[in-house]
Every structure is written in C-alpha cells, then in structure tokens.
C-alpha cells in the first residue's frame, strides 16, 4: 500500500509544485509497525534532487539529534507536509498544503497508523494542530485534527542554524518521545483491558 501511494506522490500533477520539482520527495524509513512519523514542511534543494527527506543539513542534524534520543532513523518514518519542493524554498500555500495532504500525508497516516507524530516547525505545528506559535506549543501533546493520532511539536532543525538556542529545546522535546511511546502503550492496554 505505502509503495502504491509513493508511486502516486511520484507522478502526481494535481498542484503547481509538480511544475517545478525535479523529483518528488514521498517520505522514508520503517512502514511496519511504526512507532513515529516525523513531518517537516516540504522539500529542500538536496531533497528534491534527491527525492527523499531532510538529506541536506538539517537533515544530518535531525540524525544525530534523534540519535542522542535514542532514537534511529530506520525505527521511525520521516516525510513533509508538501511532497515537492516550493519554488526557492517559500513556505507551500494554502491549496498547496491542502491538495497534497488530503491526497497524500493523512493516506500515508492512515496506512501507516503511527502511534505518534512528531511536527517539525511552523508549517506542520499549524497542519495537524492549529496553533501558530511555536514558543508556546513545543513540547505539549495535541491529537491531530482529522486523524486524532497523538502529536508532538517542535522545532524545525533547519531552525537552529538561525536561532542556535532552540537546539536545547529540540533536544528536549526529541527525548520526550520515547517516554510518551511507552506511556501510550499502557494507556492502550489499560483501556482495552
Ligand atoms: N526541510 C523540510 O521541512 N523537509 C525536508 O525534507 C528537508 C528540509
């Protein structure tokens, strides 16, 4: 199923972003029984000639910050709001967002039913929880809108090249997840026992 929806984010046309991409940039990592999908805004330069997620920069910082969590790349799934890269990296626009995730991000959700998200920036805190503010809402658990699967916002690493404070808080909030995942496993058993 996850091959079937990439095959479709590869040949999709259904917004303008598909005009200027060189490759489109579906999502990596573990699709069986995963435990966390990490979201970021959309392609990068590296990425949309690469056709895979955050392998520039900050793609090489969210790995070792994920490392230093306890956390590998092959145990989670990484992916973008936006499939392709926006035109000299802007933020992707309202319809874009709107036509790619409805197509594409809550299909990969549904198929992959992680039991956590993982937001990286703006763009995907205001996604799933309709918050703005990254200060106020880093680090506190949302349920996303639509699918209501439990979400977790911080920093987008690129961020931290601008604004080299937040790596402190990124790091915190990235420890937190193995902790929530294993406080979301007994809140599950409790309730089906
Ligand atoms: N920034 C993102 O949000 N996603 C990527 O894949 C790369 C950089």
New binding site residues.
Partial sequence: MMRRADSDIQKCELCRLSKSRTNA?PGSGNVVDVEIVFV?????RN?DLAGK??V?S??RLLDQLMQSAGLKRESVYIT?IVKCRPPKNRKPVRDEVEICTSNYLERQLDILKPKLICT??ATALEYFTGETKMGENHGKLFHARKSGIPVLPTY?P?SIFRNPPYRKLLENDLRMLPNIIESLGKTSKTISA
Avoid: D, I, Q, S
Wanted: hydrophobic letters at 25%; charged letters at 10%; zero cysteines.
């Fill in positions: 940039v970021g805004e959309g392609p990068g990425e997620p955050f520039g900050g793609g973008n990286l920036g987008h690129a």
